[in-house]
């Protein structure tokens, strides 16, 4: 059972960080997989290593 939840948890935050790499402009996809297989070196990376948001211009 705790590895069970290990990996939701995992899964979770993977899909957070692949929400928030596709608002910053960045691959979701690598990023997202990276942070499910090996959370503890890439969320870090991630958290160092990310753009700033792309916002709209006002119209």
Do not use: T
């Not at 928030?20 to 090996?38: C, E, T, Y």
């Amino acid at each position: 059972m705790p590895s069970l939840i290990g990996i939701l948890v995992a899964l979770l935050v993977a899909i957070l960080v692949g929400q928030d790499a596709k608002k910053r402009g960045m691959n979701a996809w690598v990023w997202g997989i990276g942070v499910f297989l090996v959370l503890i070196v890439f969320l870090p990376l991630y958290f160092i290593l990310r753009k700033p948001k792309i916002e709209n211009p006002p119209s």
